[in-house]
């Protein structure tokens, strides 16, 4: 997908196309759609990385609670978004033996309990391990410092979101 075509689109259709970048935060994308026309692709990461930038702490302490937990009720219900079922997959949590998964459970509890928002982890960059590991370790930051912590994942997460949208389209044309 090239930036004319992501500049042509009407609101309706680049909050269809971009409304879960920022995971069950489809304003952001209505949002930036406002701010065409994109000079190119990478403009419209940095529009999101600093419209997250810009809010408040509430803000974003909002962003984090719009993601789901990891290996938690929603993948188990299937309620998860389409996004959020690959990466859990790809780092190998919809296989989880139920040792790893009700360590992942009381981790995710205890972190929530800590800071009032869900841990959040670009999943696609890491793995069981690590994710557990990144648990047990980031619970024990300072407030602000796990705020800041979460939602550079969250950026993350958008930048393999967006690619995977471009690469998509750009097969799709082929
Ligand atoms: N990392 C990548 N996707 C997700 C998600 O949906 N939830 C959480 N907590 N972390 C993620």
């Not at 930036?3 to 935060?25: H, K």
């Not at 998860?80 to 296989?95: D, F, I, P, Y």
């Not at 009700?102 to 929530?112: A, E, F, G, T, V």
Request: proline share 2%; with cysteine; glycine share 6%.
């Amino acid at each position: 997908m090239d930036v004319q075509t992501v500049n042509s689109m009407t609101c309706e259709e680049f909050v269809c196309v971009f409304g879960n970048v920022v995971e069950r935060c489809p304003l952001i994308a209505a949002a930036l759609w406002s701010r065409r026309p994109f000079s190119s692709t990478l403009e419209l990461e940095n529009g999101f990385n600093e419209f997250i930038d810009s809010l408040s702490i509430e803000g974003k302490e909002g962003i984090l609670r719009c993601h789901p937990d990891l290996a938690g009720r929603e993948l188990l219900a299937g309620t998860l978004t389409v996004e959020s079922r690959g990466e859990q997959g790809q780092a190998g949590l919809t296989s989880l033996s139920s040792a790893d998964a009700l360590r992942m459970n009381q981790l995710n509890s205890q972190y929530k309990k800590q800071f009032g928002f869900p841990f959040v982890i670009c999943a696609r960059m890491s793995d069981k391990d690590r994710i557990i590991q990144q648990l047990e370790s980031r619970v024990r930051n300072q407030q602000l410092q796990e705020l800041h912590c979460g939602i550079e994942e969250v950026k993350s997460i958008c930048r393999l979101r967006l690619q995977d949208i471009y690469n998509r389209a750009a097969k799709s044309t082929k």
